[in-house]
């Protein structure tokens, strides 16, 4: 089945700094790539997302890049801000056939300091 | 964005007992439901997938004959925890998946469920 691994576990970057989290994917056969923020005690929240037949995407601060051929992708938060603080979640899923079910990365939580 | 909602936010029961966890999409359709458990500062494992009008798919290590999922319609599927016990504690949290013609595999999650097994 699908592996997926993400790094760091922790981040701590300074207000106005970028933060980067990488996931890599074990299955071929994803296609769907979702990064969701959890805040305390909330549920996740889909942040963006990125299908397989595109590199990169970007909305407004927030960037996931996708290398198919090494099975890994990154999400990149520019100009963070204390709100920012939360924990992210990686996942891959199949869009078409197999397994339509979200596997998650370990998640990362990152820490903005003011 | 579309809103699932999930209830009760929060249970606490005696060991033994009995819980069922609702989760609702209320303004899309969803075709699969999955049911998720979190320990804290851990990642969300899946559980099972619901489909509506047939029998969940379970994950390896999930009875199934303690989880059931029942997904009677559309918006609603339902997990109930069968007589809980205290290692049963933690955090379930469903999520939906919306039928759109974007082909996408958009996700929605509930806000959760908290069981404490005393």
């Known amino acids: 089945g699908e592996n997926v691994e993400q790094h760091p576990s922790t981040l701590s970057v300074q207000e106005g700094d970028s933060a980067v989290i990488k996931c890599t994917y074990s299955d071929s056969a994803s296609n769907y790539f979702p990064w969701y923020k959890q805040e305390l005690g909330k549920r996740p929240q889909l942040i963006i997302d990125i299908r397989s037949n595109v590199g990169e995407k970007k909305d407004q601060r927030i960037a996931v890049t996708l290398n198919k051929t090494a099975k890994h992708f990154s999400l990149h938060i520019t100009e963070t801000q204390p709100e920012d603080s939360a924990v992210y979640f990686c996942?891959?899923?199949?869009?078409?056939?197999?397994?339509?079910?979200?596997?998650f990365g370990s998640g990362t939580r990152l820490q903005v300091q003011p | 964005g579309a809103v699932v909602s999930q209830h009760p936010s929060r249970v606490i029961c005696k060991s033994g007992t009995s819980v069922k966890i609702e989760c609702r999409s209320l303004d899309f359709q969803a075709t699969t439901m999955f049911w998720y458990r979190q320990f804290p500062k851990k990642s969300l494992m899946l559980m099972a997938t619901?489909?509506?009008?047939?029998?969940?798919?379970?994950e390896q290590g999930v009875e199934k004959d303690k989880f059931l999922i029942n997904h009677a319609s559309l918006t609603l599927s339902t997990l109930t925890v069968t007589s809980a016990h205290p290692e049963d504690s933690s955090f379930y949290i469903c999520?939906?998946?919306?039928?759109?013609?974007?082909?996408?595999?958009?996700?929605?999650f509930g806000a959760g469920t908290r069981l404490s097994v005393l």
């Open positions: 996942a891959a899923s199949s869009v078409d056939t197999g397994r339509r079910a979200l596997t």
């Open positions: 619901s489909n509506e009008g047939s029998k969940a798919t379970y």
């Open positions: 999520s939906a998946r919306a039928r759109d013609i974007l082909a996408k595999n958009i996700q929605y």
